[in-house]
C-alpha cells in the first residue's frame, strides 16, 4: 500500500533553522491531511491538519502546505527546537467513506541539534 | 484535555491464546478506531467503529479479530487465537461526529507481544 509515502526516512536540522517534511499521494479521494508526531513508545500526537479546500495552514511554528495538482504536501517548522525531535508521520482520508479511516506514511524521523 | 487511554501498556501472551486490549475513547466522542504497527512497518488501519456497529474493515481484520463497546465507555479489540504475526503496537483512536471534525486522537498503545 503505497498511496501515502515519506520519501525521507530521517531529516536532521540545527536548532533555529526550518525543517521542511515531505509526503507525496497517490489517491485522488483524500480530502484530508494530517501529521502526527510520534516519540518511542508512545501513540501519534496530533499536530496539524489541513483540508482539500485550502492550500496553507498555520498553528504556531507548525505550516502545512498542500498542493493538489503535485499530490503534495509538507509540514514546516520553523524555529526548529531540540524538542521536536521525534518521528512525523503524514496521513490522509477520504472523508466521503463513513468510517474515515487513515493511511499512513512511513514516517520521517526528524533529528534537531542544539 | 481529554485523551485517549489504553491498557495495558504490554501484554505477553502464547501463540493461540486469545487476547483482549482494551481502550476508553475520548468521552463526546463518537468514532473508534484500531490501528496497528509491526515493529519497523507503518501504521495500519483496522477497524472503525460508530454507533455499535463496524463502519469498516481492513482485510488484516479478518475473524480473529472482533471489537465491542461493552459499555458506555470502553471499546475492546479481542482476537481470539494469537498468532507471531499479531505482535504489534495497537492503538486506539476516536473522533468527534460532524462537520470539521476529521481529526482521530491516538491512545498511547499496547504492545502485544506473542511467543
Known amino acids: 500500500d503505497q498511496q501515502v509515502k515519506q520519501n525521507s526516512p530521517s531529516l536532521s536540522v540545527q536548532e533555529g533553522r526550518i525543517s521542511i517534511l515531505n509526503c507525496d499521494y497517490t489517491?485522488?479521494?483524500?480530502?484530508?491531511f494530517l501529521w502526527y508526531k510520534k516519540y518511542p513508545a508512545e501513540g501519534p500526537t496530533f499536530l496539524i491538519s489541513?483540508?482539500?479546500?485550502?492550500d496553507k495552514n498555520e498553528d504556531g511554528r507548525f505550516t502545512v502546505f498542500l498542493n493538489k495538482s503535485a499530490k503534495h504536501l509538507s509540514l514546516h517548522i520553523v524555529p526548529s527546537q531540540p524538542g521536536d525531535s521525534a518521528v512525523y508521520f503524514c496521513?490522509?482520508?477520504?472523508?466521503?467513506?463513513?468510517?474515515?479511516?487513515?493511511?499512513f506514511g512511513e514516517g520521517t524521523q526528524l533529528t534537531v541539534n542544539p | 484535555e481529554p485523551e485517549v487511554t489504553q491498557t495495558p501498556s504490554h501484554q505477553v501472551t502464547q501463540m493461540g491464546q486469545e487476547v483482549i486490549l482494551r481502550c476508553v475513547p475520548i468521552?463526546?466522542?463518537?468514532?473508534f478506531y484500531w490501528y496497528r504497527q509491526i515493529l519497523g512497518q507503518k501504521v495500519e488501519f483496522l477497524v472503525s467503529?460508530?454507533?455499535?456497529?463496524?463502519?469498516?474493515k481492513s482485510e488484516i481484520f479478518d475473524d480473529q479479530f472482533s471489537v465491542e463497546r461493552p459499555d458506555g465507555s470502553n471499546f475492546t479489540l479481542k482476537i481470539r487465537s494469537t498468532k507471531l504475526e499479531d505482535s504489534a503496537m495497537y492503538f486506539c483512536?476516536?473522533?468527534?461526529?460532524?462537520?470539521?471534525?476529521?481529526?482521530?486522537?491516538f491512545g498511547p498503545g499496547t504492545r502485544l507481544t506473542v511467543l
Open positions: 483512536a476516536s473522533r468527534r461526529k460532524g462537520q470539521g471534525t476529521d481529526t482521530q486522537y
Open positions: 489517491n485522488s479521494m483524500f480530502d484530508y
Open positions: 489541513i483540508s482539500s479546500i485550502k
Open positions: 496521513a490522509a482520508s477520504a472523508g466521503g467513506t463513513s468510517g474515515s479511516r487513515l493511511t
Open positions: 468521552s463526546n466522542h463518537l468514532y
Open positions: 467503529f460508530y454507533n455499535n456497529e463496524i463502519s469498516e
